[in-house]
């Protein structure tokens, strides 16, 4: 019996996997796919992006949420079971797609692929590393070298590494394509410098390919036939000799909002916010007075992005929720007195 392939795409917050799962989905030219989408956090932004965009290669029973924490920390309680149940139907998927979340590392999750249930019917096709261009070369995945040099002579014990370079590092050390993506946002020129930064962090023989909009074809990245699961311990890791691995470094939480007569001051506020706390990545749905459509609000850094999707639904409760997410140490009550402060004004 041949074995389930599944391609895990992994890649920091806001790097655009979601949408590089809806292009997916929409030019999967009759190939059968199961998506496993994983968040950081306890609402399921991303698998509400992706539900109901009525194709017929991915249907909603086969979109699985499992947003009650990072992927890599609860390989048995969650994955595991999940997969089982997907390699258990009387029709499995021809493929599953693996969307991790942003703070995820790839390898605990590849590693669950050894386990004896499922070995022996799925293998990990490949792993992508989607890396945001514009995030990149703003230097939001790596320290200031040249402050990093200075500190480093006044303190020689320094740490060098913070949690956000060792993730990034991590993530692209497990890949078996890297697609530069958000290429429309930066310079040609500055993409080339990007591309041979890049090419020092991952291993020999991995592409690096540039996309826009996570717009590529699908055969470009299912069909690679990695078996990575066989050569994974040979992948080097930040947190090889860690026995568990946690997220003390970063903070996740849901701020509650009222119906919106007006976008714009929440738009305001959510950019002071940012500036303020240094906000890795807002995302979510405003309910809108007037509007039968949801407002999806997606901010990575200092970027934010927003565009009405589809109509609420008639056993969805309109409201306005958003995922903050950012290094440990967010001052919850200022962020979401900022908001409130804006939303009354509104």
Known sequence: MSKVPATVITGFLGAGK??????????AGGCRLALIINEFGDVGVDGSLVKGCGDEACPDEDIIELANGCICCTVADDFLPTMQRLLDRDVPPD???????????????????????????????????????????AGRFAHDEA??????????TLDHDSPIEELFEDQLACADLVLLNKTDLVEPGRLAELERDLAGEIRPGVRIVRTARGEIDPAVLLGLRAG?????????????????????????????????????PLLVALEQAIAAHDILRVKGFIAIAGRPARLVIQAVGPRIQHHYDRQWQADERRGSRLV??????????????TLSLKMAAA
């Open 18 to 27: 979601t949408t590089l799962i809806r292009h997916l989905i929409e030019n």
């Open 324 to 337: 903050v997410i950012g290094q440990a140490g967010l001052d919850r009550a200022a962020i979401e007195q």
């Open 228 to 264: 990575v699961e066989e050569q994974i311990d040979a992948r080097p890791s930040h947190h090889d000799d860690e026995e568990d691995h946690d997220h003390e470094d970063f903070d996740s939480f849901v701020v509650e909002l009222s119906e919106q007569g007006n976008p714009a």
């Open 95 to 137: 493929h599953i797609i693996i969307e991790t979340s942003g703070l995820a590392l790839p390898k605990p999750l590849v590693k669950a692929f050894q386990w004896p249930d499922i070995r022996t019917r799925a293998t990990v096709d490949g792993v992508i590393a989607l890396i945001d261009a514009d995030a990149l070369a």
């Open 147 to 156: 402050a990093l040099a200075a500190a480093r002579a006044a303190d020689p």
